[in-house]
């Protein structure tokens, strides 16, 4: 067994296993600076967890590395470099790695025996060699198990038989033909013998006998399986591998899980955990009942570790209230949270006329839709200037009221599922309490657009302050502790052995060994630096309240960013249905180089189908097109944006379903590589969610003929 069970009372596997890097690392006292390394993918989760797993590090006094890596390529170069770290005995692998074949030479087969690798990751499937490989060189690999492997029995029977026993036709099984033969031919040359009256016995017939049952039970030369026998073995893992990308058990959760078992339960830990289960929920990778379970167990640790104080009149407040009561409280609070984000640091209005799940039920990108919105404060007794000042500002009467009008008036207007039960964090008196959603928001900000392209965001009351008080200014960044992490990185770079950001190439890596030099390095220089210290500012806003809440900021101008592309493409009609896919295709536009980053143009693809999944049905779309009604079905989206500096188009693959929380595997990552060998195309993945890609410009169109257009579908 290659992966470790989930832990269960008497059967303890992560801490057990944790233990064991401990004394690793203790083995190594003098080298142990470059014995654990953590590679980190750019997600919420990934880096929470890693921060997570740093705490407990810490506490144990082991030295470790954080790495961040972008994408295939990215782990790829890491892995030579691995190479050279003598003093290497544990790799931790945080949401990456689950689906490659980590045991080949080219990546860690041939790494030294003292090194264990760690597989930490919520995508699935997994690649069942990571699971099931029980060879010396496979058991150095582990994954960490969230209970799913113990369901995939049959597949790992598949997989067992297709690896270990011979093929119908192979020459182990003309071998045993072969002396079978042989043995018939003895038998009829035997004398035979009178034992007894009435019996007889052939000589030698033991020994063959005894022969043949050795040969059944040799496991060096195992029973040959038929050919219908090895059909059913691939189609059953074919049905495994293509059935589409989920998500498992979040890697915070994994994390949680260890510092559960060995009793260290914190309230950052908690905090951290909280984060990556919001971040797989509010982006759609698990469903409300998978949401819930979680919610329901760090409910009860969140009651546990932050007993309500009474208030001075001996009264403990609402479990639902996020206000600080000392200036020391750092407390979570079990809470409500509504389905428009950020608005308790925004204003009312633009809080829900930015929800994805407010403009699929209003149609806000219409003069109508707006005018609902509208309508609904107005029925909620809420006047148009409340709406549109900060909410930290409004009258207090009406904030006590949001919750029971907002449930009385919201069904009206098709708005039913509009609160989920969450978290949020108080911070003493140095700033407003915060939602577990809103500090997501803002680290996702952070870790893709802090740096790299152009940003407004604008300042705080701008909107009704005229031209000396208010406006928009340009987002310079953020100085944090990262910086001499920032620093470091770029020295790094200078000896070649860098990660290179989404949208780079592989050639940026050996950009130092060329005599070209000049601008065209600094250029690749600095599109490393931007992405390196998005990550470290994130990082470090997970521990400092003042960088995160600066990014709300941010996070404010991207989703203006999202609605504002996203209302335009719809006004346009620029979306075109291709037989099979509603495709989307971005050329120009004030903010076409934002969506050159992966992450955010998957958020543009995640709102155009929230938006539009109530106003614009599969059967209409295909009206247009002149292909008939049909049969009504949800049709996923491909969105492109154009990359005008790498001269390249950014593609993203989303499902679509008929109802909001219906959450469908991801089939794109498979579609994409038949499309491109149907065509040829050159494609790259630069990131580890196989739903993106990055190609060249030249093969967009023969690629979404290829991908849409098949008639097999």
Same mark, same amino acid.
């Given at each position: 067994?290659?992966?470790?069970?989930?832990?269960?009372?008497?059967?303890?596997?992560?801490?057990?296993?944790?233990?064991?890097?401990?004394?690793?690392?203790?083995?190594?006292?003098?080298?142990?600076?470059?014995?654990?390394?953590?590679?980190?993918?750019?997600?919420?989760?990934?880096?929470?967890?890693?921060?997570?797993?740093?705490?407990?590090?810490?506490?144990?006094?082991?030295?470790?590395?954080?790495?961040?890596?972008?994408?295939?390529?990215?782990?790829?170069?890491?892995?030579?470099?691995?190479?050279?770290?003598?003093?290497?005995?544990?790799?931790?692998?945080?949401?990456?790695?689950?689906?490659?074949?980590?045991?080949?030479?080219?990546?860690?087969?041939?790494?030294?025996?003292?090194?264990?690798?760690?597989?930490?990751?919520?995508?699935?499937?997994?690649?069942?060699?990571?699971?099931?490989?029980?060879?010396?060189?496979?058991?150095?690999?582990?994954?960490?198990?969230?209970?799913?492997?113990e369901t995939l029995q049959n597949e790992r029977l598949a997989w067992e038989?297709?690896?270990?026993?011979?093929?119908?036709?192979?020459d182990a099984s003309d071998d045993e033909e072969e002396e079978e033969e042989?043995?018939?031919?003895?038998?009829?040359?035997?004398v035979d013998y009178e034992q007894s009256p009435g019996k007889r016995r052939?000589?030698?017939?033991?020994?063959?006998?005894?022969?043949?049952?050795?040969?059944?039970?040799?496991?060096?030369?195992?029973?040959?399986?038929?050919?219908?026998?090895?059909?059913?073995?691939?189609?059953?893992?074919?049905?495994?591998?293509?059935?589409?990308?989920?998500?498992?058990?979040?890697?915070?959760?994994?994390?949680?899980?260890?510092?559960?078992?060995?009793?260290?339960?914190?309230?950052?830990?908690?905090?951290?955990?909280?984060?990556?289960?919001?971040?797989?929920?509010?982006?759609?990778?698990?469903?409300?009942?998978?949401?819930?379970?979680?919610?329901?167990?760090?409910?009860?640790?969140?009651?546990?570790?932050?007993?309500?104080?009474?208030?001075?009149?001996?009264?403990?407040?609402?479990?639902?209230?996020?206000?600080?009561?000392?200036?020391?409280?750092?407390?979570?609070?079990?809470?409500?949270?509504?389905?428009?984000?950020?608005?308790?640091?925004?204003?009312?209005?633009?809080?829900?006329?930015?929800?994805?799940?407010?403009?699929?039920?209003?149609?806000?990108?219409?003069?109508?839709?707006?005018?609902?919105?509208?309508?609904?404060?107005?029925?909620?007794?809420?006047?148009?200037?409340?709406?549109?000042?900060?909410?930290?500002?409004?009258?207090?009467?009406?904030?006590?009221?949001?919750?029971?009008?907002?449930?009385?008036?919201?069904?009206?207007?098709?708005?039913?599922?509009?609160?989920?039960?969450?978290?949020?964090?108080?911070?003493?008196?140095?700033?407003?309490?915060?939602?577990?959603?809103?500090?997501?928001?803002?680290?996702?900000?952070?870790?893709?657009?802090?740096?790299?392209?152009?940003?407004?965001?604008?300042?705080?009351?701008?909107?009704?302050?005229?031209?000396?008080?208010?406006?928009?200014?340009?987002?310079?960044?953020?100085?944090?502790?990262?910086?001499?992490?920032?620093?470091?990185?770029?020295?790094?770079?200078?000896?070649?052995?860098?990660?290179?950001?989404?949208?780079?190439?592989?050639?940026? /890596?050996?950009? @130092?060994? !060329?005599?070209?030099?000049?601008? %065209?390095? =600094?250029?690749?220089? #600095? &599109?490393?630096?931007?992405?390196?210290?998005?990550?470290?500012?994130?990082?470090?806003?997970?521990?400092?309240?003042?960088?995160?809440?600066?990014?709300?900021?941010?996070?404010?101008?991207?989703?203006?960013?999202?609605?504002?592309?996203?209302?335009?493409?719809?006004?346009?009609?620029?979306?075109?249905?291709?037989?099979?896919?509603?495709?989307?295709?971005?050329?120009?536009?004030?903010?076409?180089?934002?969506?050159?980053?992966?992450?955010?143009?998957?958020?543009?693809?995640?709102?155009?189908?929230?938006?539009?999944?109530?106003?614009?049905?599969?059967?209409?779309?295909?009206?247009?097109?002149?292909?008939? /009604?049909?049969? @009504?079905? !949800?049709?996923?989206?491909?969105? %492109?944006? =154009?990359?005008?500096? #790498? &001269?390249?188009?950014?593609?993203?693959?989303?499902?679509?379903?008929?109802?909001?929380?219906?959450?469908?595997?991801?089939?794109?990552?498979?579609?994409?590589?038949?499309?491109?060998?149907?065509?040829?195309?050159?494609?790259?993945?630069?990131?580890?969610?196989?739903?993106?890609?990055?190609?060249?410009?030249?093969?967009?169109?023969?690629?979404?003929?290829?991908?849409?257009?098949?008639?097999?579908?």
């Amino acid at each position: 067994m290659v992966y470790l069970p989930y832990p269960t009372p008497g059967h303890p596997t992560y801490d057990a296993q944790y233990k064991k890097i401990l004394c690793e690392h203790r083995k190594n006292a003098l080298s142990a600076a470059s014995s654990v390394i953590i590679l980190v993918a750019p997600d919420v989760d990934a880096l929470c967890a890693a921060r997570m797993l740093a705490s407990l590090f810490r506490q144990d006094d082991v030295m470790y590395h954080i790495k961040p890596i972008a994408g295939p390529d990215e782990l790829e170069i890491a892995t030579e470099e691995l190479r050279t770290y003598t003093e290497l005995r544990t790799l931790i692998l945080l949401n990456m790695g689950g689906m490659t074949e980590l045991l080949q030479p080219d990546w860690f087969g041939d790494f030294d025996p003292k090194v264990t690798v760690h597989v930490i990751d919520s995508a699935r499937p997994r690649n069942l060699a990571l699971l099931f490989d029980t060879t010396p060189n496979g058991n150095r690999i582990l994954v960490w198990d969230d209970g799913t492997a113990e369901t995939l029995q049959n597949e790992r029977l598949a997989w067992e038989a297709i690896k270990y026993q011979p093929e119908p036709d192979s020459d182990a099984s003309d071998d045993e033909e072969e002396e079978e033969e042989e043995v018939e031919d003895e038998d009829n040359d035997e004398v035979d013998y009178e034992q007894s009256p009435g019996k007889r016995r052939s000589l030698g017939s033991d020994e063959r006998k005894s022969r043949k049952r050795r040969k059944l039970d040799d496991p060096d030369n195992p029973k040959r399986m038929t050919w219908d026998e090895r059909e059913a073995h691939i189609t059953r893992l074919d049905r495994y591998y293509t059935s589409g990308t989920s998500y498992g058990l979040s890697a915070t959760g994994t994390i949680y899980s260890l510092a559960d078992a060995l009793d260290r339960v914190d309230n950052d830990l908690l905090w951290l955990s909280i984060l990556g289960l919001t971040h797989q929920y509010t982006t759609g990778r698990i469903s409300r009942d998978k949401y819930d379970e979680w919610h329901r167990i760090y409910s009860d640790v969140v009651a546990s570790l932050n007993p309500l104080p009474p208030t001075r009149d001996g009264h403990k407040p609402s479990a639902a209230s996020l206000i600080s009561s000392t200036p020391d409280d750092m407390g979570i609070r079990a809470t409500e949270e509504y389905r428009f984000m950020l608005f308790r640091h925004w204003t009312l209005y633009d809080a829900m006329f930015h929800s994805s799940y407010v403009a699929s039920k209003l149609g806000i990108w219409r003069e109508k839709g707006r005018k609902r919105l509208t309508g609904l404060l107005a029925k909620m007794g809420f006047s148009i200037p409340q709406t549109q000042q900060s909410y930290a500002h409004m009258d207090l009467a009406l904030k006590r009221d949001l919750h029971d009008q907002l449930h009385a008036t919201a069904p009206e207007y098709g708005l039913v599922q509009l609160s989920y039960a969450s978290f949020g964090r108080c911070f003493g008196y140095i700033a407003s309490p915060m939602s577990a959603s809103d500090a997501v928001e803002g680290i996702s900000a952070l870790l893709e657009v802090a740096g790299g392209v152009k940003m407004e965001v604008e300042i705080e009351g701008g909107r009704n302050g005229g031209e000396w008080f208010g406006g928009s200014r340009v987002w310079e960044g953020i100085h944090s502790a990262s910086d001499k992490r920032h620093r470091e990185e770029k020295k790094r770079w200078s000896e070649n052995r860098e990660n290179i950001p989404p949208g780079g190439t592989m050639s940026a /890596a050996v950009a @130092k060994d !060329s005599d070209a030099g000049g601008d %065209a390095d =600094l250029e690749q220089r #600095a &599109d490393v630096d931007w992405w390196l210290k998005n990550f470290w500012i994130a990082y470090d806003a997970l521990s400092d309240i003042t960088i995160l809440k600066e990014s709300l900021a941010l996070a404010m101008s991207l989703h203006k960013a999202i609605i504002r592309t996203g209302t335009s493409i719809i006004d346009k009609q620029d979306i075109k249905t291709m037989r099979h896919h509603h495709v989307v295709i971005l050329t120009q536009g004030p903010d076409l180089a934002l969506f050159c980053h992966p992450a955010v143009l998957s958020r543009l693809a995640i709102w155009l189908v929230e938006a539009l999944r109530e106003h614009l049905t599969p059967s209409t779309a295909r009206q247009r097109a002149g292909l008939g /009604a049909g049969k @009504k079905k !949800s049709l996923p989206f491909v969105v %492109a944006c =154009l990359n005008e500096a #790498a &001269d390249t188009y950014v593609v993203v693959g989303v499902m679509a379903a008929m109802e909001f929380g219906d959450i469908r595997k991801n089939e794109f990552g498979l579609a994409f590589l038949d499309a491109k060998q149907k065509c040829n195309a050159k494609t790259r993945h630069s990131t580890f969610d196989t739903s993106i890609l990055e190609i060249e410009k030249e093969d967009l169109k023969m690629f979404l003929d290829a991908l849409c257009n098949d008639p097999s579908e």
